[in-house]
């Protein structure tokens, strides 16, 4: 692995290391309820919660911060990282039933207004990525694709934000087979559909 992704290696604080358990009944008890029916949608939800948490948690470790030189602007970065191939994925699925012509419009109605700076940065992103990720979705409903096209097209060059992004391929395609095994992947369409290893870091 590359030094670039320190903060992602195994053992690193910043990964978040919940019970896998909840995770995944959480992500059962979203795609029971959600009217999308999408496993992949169903965990990418549940995980944005767990990075919320989990960089309230790292708030209130200092020890863990001042080891990397981490300040709040740092977390901002960090838990933008991890989100946003998660909000890329929920997104892309919304999106994807929607023609072109009216995915602006509807982009703008599912994204909360914000003034952090970086949450700003993300939105722009996937704003500018949002025709594509629903194009994506359509193709590989695991998200794979998607988690390979923000990674290349990324323009958050901020090494913490670069190292969330890797640090939730780590943790969702660690747990993605484990919902595959529970929940069967015997649909028609085939939703766990990887059609590269997403958790090659390089």
């Not at 290696?9 to 059962?28: F, R």
């Not at 948690?57 to 300040?71: M, N, R, S, V, Y």
């Not at 003034?115 to 700003?120: K, L, P, V």
Request: net charge negative; charged share 20%.
């Amino acid at each position: 692995m590359s030094t670039f992704f320190r903060l992602a290696q195994p053992g690193s604080p910043l990964i978040p290391h919940d019970n896998k358990d909840v995770i995944l009944d959480a992500a059962i008890t979203h795609l029971e309820s959600c009217d999308t029916k999408e496993p992949a949608v169903s965990l990418a939800h549940v995980l944005t919660t767990v990075i919320t948490i989990h960089r309230v948690i790292l708030t209130l470790e200092p020890q863990h911060l001042a080891k990397f030189g981490f300040d709040a602007s740092c977390l901002d970065y960090l838990e933008q990282g991890f989100k946003l191939p998660l909000d890329a994925i929920q997104i892309g699925a919304i999106l994807s039933h929607y023609p072109k012509d009216e995915r602006g419009v509807v982009f703008e109605q599912i994204i909360n207004p914000t003034h952090n700076y970086q949450t700003i940065l993300s939105q722009e992103l996937l704003r500018e990525n949002a025709n594509c990720v629903a194009n994506l979705f359509d193709i590989d409903r695991s998200g794979a694709l998607i988690f390979e096209h923000m990674r290349k097209y990324n323009t958050i060059h901020h090494e913490v934000f670069v190292n969330g992004m890797e640090i939730a391929t780590i943790v969702y395609w660690n747990l993605v087979h484990e919902l595959a095994k529970i929940i069967g992947d015997n649909h028609s369409w085939s939703w766990l559909n990887a059609p590269y290893d997403p958790t090659d870091l390089g």
